[in-house]
Structures are given as structure tokens and as C-alpha cells.
């Protein structure tokens, strides 16, 4: 053996290590996905977010080549779902649809075994939703006003649902008690489909839900929607006023919902999924569903959405300690 061919084959070597190097981003992205996505979602199945993961689900699986299941798991205000997405293999495999209620809202509310800022890496906002007050079809209360003055007049006796503690229906529910000086009870569900039986039966009377998961009920003449809590009328429904109009002011808040992926994932991946999102939320079926939910698609770079969720983060402390919102207060 020449002895002079050492140096050169570590030489070569050496050059081979940092060519795999250079190459395993991309070998990632080529080798990913390499079996079923999941989406898990932190609510019951029928409701708003269930509904756009499933949506989201039809599209992806096709142009990833993997099938894509959504896995429900609700309660404590979604973030069991975000829980399960923050603690998996940060290999681009698990997805969390999550609302503000569990990334913005219940952090505040609730003590997590994570942090909902740096253990989610965020992908891009799927779609904004209003809120839209509503009560049983057969209900004596046809206005705001209405049930305004019913809970003036029996102040703790009414109830408002939400789909759990630290909701944005929670939110604007107790909003809705501070700006109008009256007083509803809370009723916090594992989700806003079991709050809507309880609203159809006449269990609770009314309820601060998305447009998303209320609009199917709103059609089928099974919900009284009394006014949204938006600046501005929602599309889908014209002739519904905003609170504003119907008087009370200081209760507008909306809902949105993100795809995000395990902290940690690489980069490749990550960027890949916002890419697709992206393009999903490009696809006229897509448009006109959100748009049929009431929903507004804002298109945001992953940066420009993680931007958002930590300026909502911010906004909705504040907006809890203001009003003094607490757990045992619900």
C-alpha cells in the first residue's frame, strides 16, 4: 500500500461526510412522508374545527401520497390535542388543527404541561371565523335585546354554553356578561356539537358559537342566530345584525384556526406543509366551503402567522386579567 494514499483517502472521505451532510435536508424531504399523517384535533367530532381538519384531510392525503386521519381528542380547552402534537416525533407526521381557545386563549387559564409557543411549530392560518350568538329555534328570545333584559331580570338563572373553559365562546360569553352588567352561567362542553343538543333541547339558552359549527344547525332551523360578533355583518349571514348594532359593544371577538406541526420538525418538512396548505386553501372547493362556514381565508407566510399567534397570545392575557377571568370563576 502507498502510504502517500492515506491522507488522500480521508481526504475523500471527509468530502463524502459533508456531501451526505449538504444532501440530508433535501433526502428528508424526498423520504417524508413515509407513512399516515395524522391530524389531532382538540374537539368532538361535528364541530368547527373537526369539520376544516377533515377538509384539510381530503386535500392533503391525495398530493402527499399518505392517507391523513384526524384524531379527536377533546377537552381542557384543546389542549389535550395540542399536548399529544407537542410531546410526538418531531418528524412532520403529527398535525394539530388548533383554534386561538387552545393557543392563544387557555394558556392563561390553564396550567400546561407545555408551551404552546415554543413546543408547536406553526404552519399558516387555514381561516377566521365569527362567532354568532344563538339560541334554540324555539325560543322566546328573538333579539339581543330580548335576552338582554331576561337576564337583567333573572340574573344567574340563564346559562351559555361553550365548547369548554377558556374558549373563545367562554371569552366572549363572559364579555357579553361584563359590557352588558347582567349575568348568564357558564356551561363549558367537550365541544360545541354536544352544547348544541343542550341548546336545541332547552337545557342552556344560548351560546357565542363559530359560524363553522352553528351554520349547519342556523340552516336547518334548529338555531335562532341573534347577531355576530364581528365589526361587520358575516357573508353567509346578511340580515343578522352585528352586537354593535343590536347595541352592546365591547364583545367583539372571532375565531381562527391554524395548522400546526411538532416543535423540532425540520425545516424542509416544515416548509413543504405550509406549501401545501397554502395551495389547499387555493383550491375553489376549499374557498367555497370555508366561505359556506362564514369563514375568511387569510393566506400568511409561516413567519407572519407566528407573528400572529404571539401577538394574539399577548392580547388575549391581557384580556383575561382585565376582566378577571379565572377557572374557578367559570
Known amino acids: 500500500m502507498n502510504p502517500r494514499s492515506t491522507p488522500r483517502r480521508r481526504l ?3 468530502a463524502a461526510l459533508t456531501l ?12 417524508w412522508p413515509d407513512k399516515p399523517l395524522r391530524i389531532m384535533v382538540g374537539a368532538s367530532p361535528g364541530g368547527g374545527t373537526d369539520i376544516l381538519a377533515r377538509l384539510l384531510a381530503e386535500r392533503l392525503g391525495p398530493v402527499l401520497r399518505q392517507s391523513v386521519v384526524v384524531e379527536n381528542r377533546p377537552g381542557a380547552s384543546n389542549t389535550i390535542a395540542a399536548e399529544l402534537t407537542a410531546r410526538a416525533a418531531p418528524d412532520g407526521h403529527t398535525l394539530l388543527l388548533a383554534t386561538n381557545t387552545g393557543q392563544a386563549v387557555a394558556p392563561h387559564l390553564l396550567k400546561l404541561k407545555f408551551d404552546p409557543l415554543k413546543d408547536l411549530q406553526p404552519l399558516g392560518l387555514v381561516a377566521v371565523m365569527p362567532n354568532v350568538l344563538v339560541v334554540s329555534a324555539t325560543s322566546p328570545y328573538r333579539s339581543v335585546q330580548d335576552l338582554v333584559k331576561a337576564m ?10 361553550s365548547s369548554g373553559i377558556g374558549s373563545t365562546q367562554h371569552i366572549v360569553g363572559e364579555a ?14 367537550k365541544g360545541s356539537s354536544q352544547a348544541h343538543l343542550d341548546i336545541i333541547g332547552g337545557n342552556v339558552d344560548l351560546m357565542f358559537d363559530t359560524t363553522s359549527s352553528a351554520m349547519g344547525q342556523i340552516r336547518g332551523g334548529k338555531f335562532r342566530p341573534l347577531a355576530v360578533t ?3 355583518r358575516a357573508a353567509e349571514l346578511p340580515d343578522v345584525p352585528t352586537l354593535a348594532e343590536a347595541g352592546v359593544k365591547g364583545a367583539d371577538i372571532q375565531t381562527w384556526y391554524a395548522l400546526y406541526v411538532t416543535a423540532g420538525t425540520p425545516r424542509p418538512v416544515v416548509e413543504r406543509l405550509a406549501a401545501e396548505l397554502q395551495a389547499t386553501l387555493k383550491h375553489p372547493e376549499v374557498v367555497a366551503r370555508i366561505k359556506g362556514l362564514g369563514g375568511d381565508i387569510q393566506p400568511m407566510s409561516i413567519e407572519a402567522f407566528a407573528e400572529m399567534n404571539r401577538v394574539e397570545f399577548e392580547r388575549y392575557g391581557k384580556l383575561i386579567r382585565d376582566a378577571g377571568i379565572k377557572v374557578d370563576g367559570s
Open 230 to 232: 364581528t365589526p361587520q
Open 20 to 31: 451526505a451532510g449538504a444532501l440530508s435536508p433535501a433526502a428528508a424531504q424526498t423520504a
Open 176 to 189: 357579553f356578561n361584563l359590557v352588558t352588567q347582567t349575568k348568564a352561567i357558564h356551561v363549558p362542553y
Open 152 to 161: 337583567a331580570d333573572k340574573p344567574g338563572q340563564l346559562k351559555y354554553g
Open 12 to 14: 475523500l472521505a471527509a
